[in-house]
């Protein structure tokens, strides 16, 4: 069974750090992991993304700010956040479509199996 589980996420103040980990099981992170988040009335948007060699994607929002990686011996990928701003606050998803490309991560209807996500919040 494909599960997903999202942690790290809370308040932070602007220009804090916070470290998102998605756990993965039921499969090996042989394929590509994405990021993915949704504020308040906006549709879902792709964050990152890290393919199963390596390829990564990010978002021109989050360029520079944002870094994502993978640990495959603890089935985990991470986001790392910093320079955090208000824009950035949301609900972040992990999620995977058990491929082994980002080809699709622009697309987040596309992506069949989603954690049940973690609420970043950032605010003075």
């Known amino acids: 069974q494909v599960q997903l589980v999202e942690s790290g996420g809370g308040l932070v103040q602007p220009g804090g750090s916070l470290r998102l980990s998605c756990a993965a099981s039921?499969?090996?992170?042989?394929?590509?992991i994405g990021w993915f988040r949704q504020a308040p009335g906006k549709e879902r948007e792709g964050v990152s993304c890290?393919?199963?060699?390596?390829?990564?994607y990010y978002a021109d929002s989050v360029k520079g700010r944002f870094t994502i990686s993978r640990d495959n011996a603890k089935n985990t990928v991470y986001l790392q956040m910093n320079s955090l701003k208000p824009e950035d606050t949301a609900v972040y998803y992990c999620?995977?479509?058990?491929?082994?490309?980002?080809?699709?991560?622009?697309?987040?209807?596309?992506?069949?199996?989603w954690g049940q996500g973690t609420q970043v919040t950032v605010s003075s």
């Open positions: 999620a995977t479509d058990l491929l082994r490309s980002c080809s699709k991560w622009l697309n987040p209807s596309l992506y069949a199996y």
């Open positions: 890290i393919s199963s060699i390596g390829s990564i």
């Open positions: 039921g499969f090996t992170l042989d394929t590509a």
